[in-house]
């Protein structure tokens, strides 16, 4: 997987050249380090700002992007709705959808965690259903409650809702956020104007940009 394309096309490469000479991460410039979704989509979260991060427990650079996400959700607090959404390029993801959205519905998100470690530390596979279910046994959740969820309408109702935001905001790769259905941002959109800099800068100016996203919107 790559670490994530472009969403929308710009018009011109001298017009990024152009943007990303002034753009910074706490004032970044449309085109440069964010981009505007041409129809914004319609948000149900009131006053507060909905926040949409896509990620795959596979790819190594969300789970890069994890701790400092999870920190700046916990620093914003009730101004904004945040919400997960487990992507599903491929049948092969669906699986690890299920997971985390089983997890979401037994308020298990401690075990979230978890799994990215198993992934990218202790390089397990778990993009089965057999090993997905040993898994979750070892890390104290209920086998057969599991189970049932996993398997339900709701669950399913949930993977097949993430085929049409995928679409509707022309997600090619991940960790990519959405800020209140019309601006899009990720560690590689911003990363074009910080050429060479290691991961951990671009995540931490990816949430710089966030910041001044979420501020759009008050």
Do not use: M
């Given at each position: 997987m790559r670490f994530l394309t472009r969403l929308i096309t710009i018009v011109s490469f001298g017009f990024i050249a152009a943007a990303s000479a002034v753009a910074t991460p706490t004032e970044p410039i449309e085109g440069a380090?964010?981009?505007?979704?041409?129809?914004?989509?319609?948000?149900?979260?009131?006053?507060?700002?909905?926040?949409?991060?896509?990620?795959?427990?596979?790819?190594?650079?969300?789970?890069?992007?994890?701790?400092?996400?999870?920190?700046?959700?916990?620093?914003?607090?009730?101004?904004?709705?945040?919400?997960?959404?487990?992507?599903?390029?491929?049948?092969?993801?669906?699986?690890?959808?299920k997971l985390y959205y089983t997890l979401e519905a037994m308020n298990r998100m401690d075990v979230h965690k978890q799994v990215f470690d198993a992934i990218h530390v202790a390089r397990q596979k778990l993009d089965k259903e057999d090993a997905i279910l040993e898994?979750?046994?070892?890390?104290?959740?209920?086998?057969?409650?599991?189970?049932?969820?996993?398997?339900?309408?709701?669950?399913q109702s949930k993977v097949n809702r993430v085929r049409q935001l995928q679409e509707t905001y022309r997600i090619?790769?991940?960790?990519?956020?959405?800020?209140d259905g019309q601006y899009i941002t990720s560690p590689s959109i911003v990363g074009q104007t910080m050429r060479g800099a290691p991961e951990q800068a671009m995540n931490a100016a990816t949430l710089q940009v966030m910041d001044a996203l979420v501020a759009k919107k008050k």
């Open positions: 380090e964010y981009q505007r979704l041409q129809n914004a989509q319609p948000t149900d979260t009131g006053k507060k700002v909905e926040v949409l991060e896509f990620f795959w427990y596979n790819c190594p650079h969300c789970f890069a992007f994890e701790p400092s996400l999870t920190e700046w959700v916990k620093k914003r607090g009730d101004s904004i709705v945040f919400r997960r959404v487990p992507v599903g390029f491929r049948d092969s993801f669906v699986p690890q959808q898994f979750i046994e070892k890390h104290g959740v209920d086998r057969k409650k599991f189970l049932e969820i996993y398997g339900s309408f709701s669950v090619e790769g991940v960790p990519t956020v959405v800020i």
